[in-house]
Every structure is written in C-alpha cells, then in structure tokens.
C-alpha cells in the first residue's frame, strides 16, 4: 500500500514534442506495484499543451482545476474543473489550456505504456 502526498512525488517536465508549458507527476506506477493502472497528475500552464498525438490505449481524465479545450477528431470541446474525458485508444487528442490559471488534472492509463 501507498498513502502519500502527491507533492512528494517528483514533478517533471514532459519532453515530448509538440508539447509546452506542461509538467507531469507519476503518482502511481509500477515503479509502487501498481500491475495495472498508472495515475499522473498534470499541470498545463496558460498558454501550453500537450502534443498533438495518438496511441492504442486509452486515457481516463478527471479536471481538477482550470479550464481548456480538447481535440475531438477534428475539433475542440471545451472543459472545466470537475468534468471527466475518456480518450479512446488511437483517437488523436490535444489538451490545450485557454483560461488564465493553471490546468490540474488527473490522468490514468495502462501501467504498460509509461511515458511522458
């Protein structure tokens, strides 16, 4: 078992192309034990977003804090503290953050697919 508090977990920049203004946290991964799930908490500035992207797993998003937009296929939807997004294996996707505060938000994904 793991009780922690997620600032004593290393903030990191994400490195991946495409990508500005955004930081990650990898509260639970397999590096704790997890054999399945791993949770990240992310921080996208005013201004910044993650890359433009795809890959054959899913994500499960919930929005802590902030607000932003989403790509959709071809489009953006708009998002805000409390709401939840599903991202489908293989859809592309982009967070991007339009408000003027920072995003928090919470992301789990297969524990086989560790990056950012």
Known sequence: ????????????????????GVRVRWLISDRDGAPNFAMRHFVIEPGGHTPKHSHPYEHEVFILEGEGE???????????????????????????????????????IPIQHRCC
């Open 70 to 108: 989403v790509l959709d296929g071809d489009r953006y939807r708009p998002f805000k503290a409390g709401d939840v997004i599903f991202v489908a294996p293989n859809e592309v996707h982009q967070f991007r953050n339009t408000g003027d505060r920072p995003i928090r938000m919470l992301c789990l």
């Open 1 to 20: 078992m793991k009780v922690a508090s997620y600032l004593d977990t290393p903030e990191e920049e994400v490195r991946m192309e495409g990508a500005r």
